[in-house]
């Protein structure tokens, strides 16, 4: 499963910016689909996650109330909605497929559980 990710930039604290991730993948409506962020000399974290219908979703409470995660399954999109934007939310921002389960926060939130990935885009803040 090849995934595209797009739409990061440049913005200032207080913005917002939408992400997107696509694939030509057939199969895209079987994965629940998430978005991990790393921030220079930081180690990849957990940002949002949705699940495979759109149904269900959840978040690292860093971004609650400020992000949204939504899928376009006939589409085979994935966004990332960011509002009200922080320094501190700067980070190369990827998308991930997984077929696992994603109930158990030990799942969702963690890398390895996720079997595609795609190739990052950058986000910055500047305050």
């Known amino acids: 499963v090849q995934l595209q990710a797009y739409g990061g930039g440049l913005v200032q604290a207080g913005g917002y910016l939408r992400l997107s991730c696509a694939t030509a993948e057939r199969t895209f409506s079987s994965y629940a689909m998430a978005w991990f962020r790393q921030a220079p000399g930081k180690e990849r974290e957990f940002v949002a996650v949705?699940?495979?219908?759109?149904?269900?979703?959840f978040y690292a409470g860093s971004v609650k109330g400020r992000f949204t995660i939504s899928r376009d399954n006939a589409k085979n999109t994935v966004n990332l909605q960011m509002n009200s934007l922080k320094s501190e939310d700067t980070a190369v921002y990827s998308c991930?497929?997984?077929?696992?389960?994603?109930?158990?926060?030990?799942?969702?939130?963690?890398?390895?559980?996720?079997?595609?990935w795609g190739q990052g885009t950058l986000v910055t803040v500047s305050s």
């Open positions: 991930a497929a997984t077929t696992r389960s994603i109930l158990v926060l030990s799942v969702r939130s963690r890398p390895k559980n996720y079997e595609h």
């Open positions: 949705i699940s495979a219908s759109g149904g269900t979703t």
